[in-house]
Nanobody
Framework: QVQLVESGGGLVQPGGSLRLSCAAS????????MGWYRQAPGKQRELVAN???????NYVDSIKGRFTISRDNAKNTGYLQMNSLKPEDTAVYYC?????????????????WGQGTQVTVSS
């Protein structure tokens, strides 16, 4: 059906930057919503940034001014540009998408998660 694959994670020093990508593939008709979440060790998964109705963006307070969410609809790909990274940004980052996909002559809608990509901020 639909797969989400994240990439771009890694080890970076404090103050550094990373760009995460989330590529959606499969029988996609449309991506209705997309967001990025993260889960640090021992903590619950939290929303980092997402697109809300009307194309506006929403960011958790802790990353405002440092992270930017974007998407390329033609490529079915979302991005999270992360600048001025801090050790507390260390987590597994997950992409989430609400997708309408094709099955035969039908249009179905479901929520998908990627496998996650590790981001480690450390000197």
């Amino acid at each position: 059906q639909v797969q989400l694959v994240e990439s771009g994670g890694g080890l970076v020093q404090p103050g550094g930057s990373l760009r995460l990508s989330c590529a959606a593939s499969g029988s996609i008709f449309s991506i209705n919503a997309m967001g990025w979440y993260r889960q640090a060790p021992g903590k619950q998964r939290e929303l980092v940034a997402n697109f809300i109705s009307g194309g506006s963006t929403n960011y958790v307070d802790s990353i405002k001014g440092r992270f930017t969410i974007s998407r390329d609809n033609a490529k079915n790909t979302g991005y999270l540009q992360m600048n001025s990274l801090k050790p507390e940004d260390t987590a597994v980052y997950y992409c989430n998408a609400d997708v309408t996909y094709k099955r035969g002559f039908s249009r179905l809608r479901a929520d998908y998660w990627g496998q996650g990509t590790q981001v480690t901020v450390s000197s």
